[in-house]
């Protein structure tokens, strides 16, 4: 059973650029969250998506973007980038919503997004 | 605005004792407690949780405490391993809201 992939695993970018993340949901699982997590730091919530929609989203700039696919996959994409956008972006998946059944989230590896 | 703190930052302890890391929080409308263990070059993954009507809830050597009325929880780990040095997060989460909130993290050191 694959747990959640994430696409690629590192990445090295320079200010002003734009980077697209990819992330495949654990199987059976139709919600995908994205994180990012600064070195030393905990994860922060960036935003969900559930059925092809953005449902929440947190502190984060309109320069964070998303998109869900109809089999569940998802982007996260960054435009303009800073250098304090070097973090490691986490995806989470989980069937459902919080605060239903999907109170479990299950995370990735991550990407290492480095910006110059 | 800081929702949960988590104390200690780093923590080393000696094989086979008690490991204990703790975690206060401000909103009693968190209705949800997790606590997730990360490797290096891993993603958090969740060990164990809790939920407000109970005090304790224990899995194998992991226990953890929850005070409602000082809005405190606690992970413990028992007979503590090399194999449980990692960044240990607690978490909370309030109904009806998507996401988890997590806490600094603690980086434990088991020595063997």
């Known amino acids: 059973d694959a747990g959640v992939t994430q696409s690629p695993t590192h990445l090295i970018k320079t200010r002003g650029q734009q980077v697209t993340l990819r992330c495949s949901p654990k199987s059976g699982h139709d919600t995908v969250s994205w994180y990012q997590q600064a070195l030393g730091q905990g994860p922060q919530f960036i935003f969900q998506?559930?059925?092809?929609?953005?449902?929440q989203r947190g502190n984060f700039p309109d320069r964070f973007s998303g998109h869900q696919f109809p089999n569940y996959s998802s982007e996260l994409n960054v435009n303009a980038l800073l250098l304090g956008d070097s973090a490691l972006y986490l995806c989470?998946?989980?069937?459902?919503?919080?605060?239903?059944?999907?109170?479990?989230?299950?995370f990735g590896s991550g990407t290492q997004l480095s910006v110059l | 605005q800081q929702q949960v703190k988590q104390s200690p930052q780093s923590l080393i302890v000696q094989k086979g004792g008690i490991s204990i890391i703790n975690c206060a929080y401000e909103n009693t409308a968190f209705d949800y407690f997790p606590w997730y263990q990360q490797f290096p070059g891993k993603g958090p993954a969740l060990l164990i949780a809790i939920r407000p009507d109970v005090s304790e809830k224990k899995e194998g050597r992991f226990t953890i405490s929850f005070n409602k009325s000082a809005k405190q929880f606690s992970l413990h780990i028992m007979d503590s391993q090399p194999g449980d040095s990692a960044t240990y997060f607690c978490a909370v989460h309030q109904g009806g809201a998507q996401k988890l909130v997590f806490g600094q993290g603690t980086r434990l050191t088991i020595n063997p």
């Open positions: 989470a998946s989980s069937f459902k919503l919080l605060g239903q059944m999907g109170e479990k989230l299950f």
């Open positions: 998506y559930y059925e092809e929609e953005e449902r």
